[in-house]
């Protein structure tokens, strides 16, 4: 299984600021996955980010809004631009395992005021 | 669209409490996920099935793929407090992506 932190743990921002969430692995990893999560209920994926490639994102998610960085195979970032309310949620990032499972960071809880 | 419908969306249960968690979908996917998450945690993997009426159990959770790979279930025996947190059932695919279902919040009570 794979070991993934995510930084920050949590942050309350401003809204119209922009925040960047980490993501890091302790191996290497082609594929890896960014969810929203609203507390208590299902993940949403946002887009799939490959190392070398621009990110896919899913209907519903656009490039301006959260641009994805893929530098390498161990770490990407996942940016909240021009920030709402609307946008406070919990942010997880995720990499592929064995049999199609998927092994999660623990998450990055955004308030925004 | 894929959808994985979760029932009950909520259950408050008793200490030692049997109780079976259901995720449908009209979809076929390739294997089926259970995951378990805790406050403040990103989900964890419980289990994986890949057959049509596979069963596989955990300790006391029980865990069955439909015929047609459409559905599952999760049961639980003699709830524990421990075992309180979201679940969530989660198909697999091709493309690697998970299609996640709407999820299971489980409270047990001491």
């Known amino acids: 299984s794979a070991v993934i932190s995510q930084k920050p743990s949590r942050d309350i921002c401003q809204r119209g600021t922009s925040l960047t969430i980490q993501c890091q692995v302790d191996s290497q990893v082609t594929m890896m996955f960014w969810y929203r999560q609203q507390p208590g209920q299902s993940l949403t994926l946002i887009a799939t980010a490959n190392q070398g490639s621009e990110a896919t994102y899913e209907s519903g998610f656009v490039i301006d809004k959260f641009p994805i960085s893929r530098p390498n195979l161990t770490f990407s970032t996942l940016t909240v631009s021009n920030m709402s309310p609307e946008d406070s949620s919990i942010y997880l990032c995720s990499v592929t395992g064995r049999k199609e499972t998927q092994y999660f960071g623990p998450g990055t809880r955004l308030l925004v005021l | 669209t894929q959808l994985l419908e979760q029932s009950p969306q909520f259950l408050s249960i008793q200490e030692g409490e049997n109780l079976t968690v259901y995720c449908n979908s009209s979809s076929v996917f390739s294997s089926l996920q259970w995951y378990r998450q805790e406050p403040g945690e990103g989900p964890v993997l419980l289990v994986t099935?890949?057959?049509?009426?596979e069963v596989k159990k955990l300790k006391r959770l029980t865990f069955q793929f439909g015929d047609a790979r459409k559905d599952s279930s999760l049961h639980i025996t003699a709830a524990q407090p421990g075992d309180t947190g979201l679940y969530l059932c989660a198909g697999g695919g091709a493309t690697n992506k998970l299609i996640f279902g709407t999820g299971t919040l489980l409270a047990v009570q001491p």
């Open positions: 099935v890949v057959t049509g009426g």
